[in-house]
T-cell receptor, first 114, second 113 residues
């Protein structure tokens, strides 16, 4: 079974631009979560989608948004990029996102904001 | 106080040593406890998963959860250079959605041959 895939793997943008990152979950998984990883803050939860609905949201500004498609693929968008948005963005999928599910992470997209 | 505290290290040990990694937490609602391993430039991979208190063993790895002390541990026996990675603890209160895992900042481990 193929793992979680994320595209692109690396991205360089400038302040003020916007960016869209893509995540394809493991086949059959319906829950997709997004995390931001930085050296200072570690891994922080952004949001979770299940069946095309945002089910959970972390403490990030509204510039961070996401969506999920009917095939469970998910995208996240960051508008008006700031230098502090430079990070590794990780996507994780699980069958239902329930308490006993295991989350499987993709390799991440490394975003650099100049 | 952060919800999950983890010593960032780095921790350097000789090959064959027993490694002890720990996290403390403040939220008594956490019921699901996980340890992830993350190699450089890779996403985290699940190593151990424990529900509530107790011990769990898988090969060279043992996870312990002490809910009364709000303290979890991961032990690695007979450590190998291939164990060199960052180890992240994660926990969740579970319920309807586990999506919002709370992670420690990770401990960087180096096992020297």
């Amino acid at each position: 079974k193929a793992g979680v895939t994320q595209t692109p793997r690396y991205l360089i943008k400038t302040r003020g631009q916007q960016v869209t990152l893509s995540c394809s979950p493991i086949s059959g998984h319906r829950s997709v979560s997004w995390y931001q990883q930085t050296p200072g803050q570690g891994l922080q939860f952004l949001f979770e989608y299940f069946s095309e609905t945002q089910r959970n949201k972390g403490n990030f500004p509204g510039r961070f948004s996401g969506r999920q498609f009917s095939n469970s693929r998910s995208e996240m968008n960051v508008s008006t990029l700031e230098l502090g948005d430079s990070a590794l963005y990780l996507c994780a999928s699980s069958p239902t996102g329930g308490g006993t599910d295991t989350q499987y992470f993709g390799p991440g997209t490394r975003l650099t904001v100049l | 106080q952060k919800e999950v505290e983890q010593d960032p290290g780095p921790l350097s040990v000789p090959e064959g040593a027993i490694v002890s990694l720990n996290c403390t937490y403040s939220n008594s609602a956490f019921q699901y406890f996980m340890w992830y391993r993350q190699y450089s430039r890779k996403g985290p991979e699940l190593l151990m998963y424990t529900y509530s208190s107790g011990n769990k063993e898988d090969g060279r790895f043992t996870a312990q959860v002490d809910k009364s002390s709000k303290y979890i541990s991961l032990f690695i026996r007979d450590s190998q250079p291939s164990d060199s990675a960052t180890y992240l603890c994660a926990m969740s209160s579970g319920g309807g959605s586990q999506g919002n895992l709370i992670f420690g900042k990770g401990t960087k481990l180096s096992v020297k041959p």
